[in-house]
């Protein structure tokens, strides 16, 4: 087979005309459809904010305060807490020594991060 | 336009003629989009219609938009309070054009069994330019897919250009109807004479 000497990379150039031309020609024949058959009417409602069916009311620039964080951290606490306590308490009686031990660590170390978050003061919201 | 005795000749010998506009409606009616928008218990009829039994996708229509942005077609499934109307009539304001109306259910067409109460609307079609009525107290998912089934005929005959032609392609046709105000007793106004055209009662002198 006799193939012409071709640039080793053309087929790249090849696909990106393809990879340009697939969305673009979609979208030329919508807009040249639109011109002929779909006169664009505007209106201000049909251009405004999408807020199922109800006019947007206020400033959507709301602050919301960084001091929430902290909260947000300490749930996690309770949160991780109530995961794990339930199948321990569920397989309590079968478990070893060892095992009771390290859950009792594990309670111990989320506890102890409540203590010291309480101690700081960050349970008062100022 | 190609005859249509030539057309159904040229069928048979297995070659399909047809125009642009027979093309486009082809397709934008086996497409239709509703809108994710249930008001009362007719939604639960539209829900069933859009699951496995009664399958609304057998007609293209199952992909409930939840937006007014990406839907061609309104259905009105149940009773229209006045409290609701502006937000309606806003939402249909909202949906790009084509679109299209269905009023399903008694309480969408007349107010149905609420018709005397103070704060139901007396049938959407006083605000909205509504295509299709589907009678019933709710209707049946059936009731429902033939209704879409007779908008899709519908839309399969209109024109896109052109004096005659549907009013979601005519470009000197309003964009946006009046969102009426709840006012202390009723809505302001009451109706949209433009859209609402009730026929006159017939006396017998």
């Given at each position: 087979?006799?193939?012409?000497d071709?640039?080793?990379?053309?087929?790249?150039?090849?696909?990106?005309?393809?990879?340009?031309?697939?969305?673009?020609?979609?979208?030329?024949?919508?807009?040249?459809?639109?011109?002929?058959?779909?006169?664009?009417?505007?209106?201000?409602?049909?251009?405004?904010?999408?807020?199922?069916?109800?006019?947007?009311?206020?400033?959507?620039?709301?602050?919301?305060?960084?001091?929430?964080?902290?909260?947000?951290?300490?749930?996690?606490i309770?949160?991780?807490?109530?995961?794990?306590?339930?199948?321990?308490?569920?397989?309590?009686?079968?478990?070893?020594?060892?095992?009771?031990?390290?859950?009792?660590?594990?309670?111990?170390?989320?506890?102890?991060?409540?203590?010291?978050?309480?101690?700081?003061?960050?349970?008062?919201?100022? | 336009?190609?005859?249509?005795?030539?057309?159904?000749?040229?069928?048979?010998?297995?070659?399909?003629v047809?125009?642009?506009?027979?093309?486009?409606?082809?397709?934008?009616?086996?497409?239709?989009?509703?809108?994710?928008?249930?008001?009362?218990?007719?939604?639960?009829?539209?829900?069933?219609?859009?699951?496995?039994?009664?399958?609304?996708?057998?007609?293209?229509?199952?992909?409930?938009?939840?937006?007014p942005?990406?839907?061609?077609l309104?259905?009105?499934?149940?009773?229209?309070?006045?409290?609701?109307?502006?937000?309606?009539?806003?939402?249909?304001?909202?949906?790009?054009?084509?679109?299209?109306?269905?009023?399903?259910?008694?309480?969408?067409?007349?107010?149905?069994?609420?018709?005397e109460g103070?704060?139901?609307?007396?049938?959407?079609?006083?605000?909205?330019?509504?295509?299709?009525?589907?009678?019933?107290?709710?209707?049946?998912?059936?009731?429902?897919?033939?209704?879409?089934?007779?908008?899709?005929?519908?839309?399969?005959?209109?024109?896109?250009?052109?004096?005659?032609?549907?009013?979601?392609?005519?470009?000197?046709?309003?964009?946006?109807?009046?969102?009426?105000?709840?006012?202390?007793?009723?809505?302001?106004?009451?109706?949209?004479?433009?859209?609402?055209?009730?026929?006159?009662?017939?006396?017998?002198?």
């Amino acid at each position: 087979m006799n193939t012409p000497d071709l640039h080793p990379y053309l087929f790249l150039v090849v696909l990106l005309g393809m990879a340009m031309a697939f969305p673009l020609i979609p979208l030329a024949l919508a807009r040249l459809w639109a011109i002929r058959f779909a006169p664009p009417r505007p209106g201000p409602q049909k251009n405004s904010t999408y807020e199922c069916g109800i006019e947007t009311r206020g400033d959507p620039l709301v602050q919301f305060r960084s001091g929430y964080y902290l909260y947000g951290i300490l749930f996690l606490i309770f949160d991780v807490e109530a995961v794990f306590l339930f199948p321990f308490a569920v397989s309590f009686l079968g478990l070893s020594v060892g095992a009771v031990i390290a859950m009792l660590v594990f309670v111990l170390l989320l506890a102890e991060g409540l203590a010291w978050a309480w101690l700081k003061g960050l349970l008062d919201w100022k | 336009m190609i005859d249509e005795g030539l057309q159904n000749e040229l069928a048979r010998q297995g070659v399909f003629v047809t125009s642009l506009q027979e093309l486009s409606n082809w397709g934008r009616s086996n497409s239709v989009w509703p809108m994710t928008f249930g008001l009362a218990c007719c939604a639960i009829e539209m829900i069933a219609t859009s699951m496995a039994r009664y399958d609304i996708a057998r007609f293209g229509s199952e992909v409930f938009r939840p937006s007014p942005r990406q839907s061609d077609l309104m259905i009105v499934a149940g009773t229209v309070t006045k409290k609701m109307v502006p937000q309606v009539i806003r939402l249909y304001n909202q949906m790009p054009e084509p679109k299209y109306v269905i009023s399903m259910g008694a309480c969408a067409i007349s107010g149905g069994p609420f018709k005397e109460g103070y704060n139901v609307l007396k049938g959407v079609d006083r605000f909205l330019p509504v295509d299709i009525h589907i009678p019933g107290c709710p209707p049946r998912p059936e009731a429902l897919l033939h209704g879409l089934i007779t908008l899709q005929k519908k839309m399969a005959g209109e024109q896109l250009t052109g004096p005659g032609c549907a009013r979601s392609f005519d470009a000197t046709a309003p964009s946006e109807f009046p969102v009426p105000v709840l006012g202390a007793h009723d809505l302001i106004p009451p109706r949209n004479d433009a859209v609402w055209h009730p026929p006159l009662p017939k006396r017998n002198e």
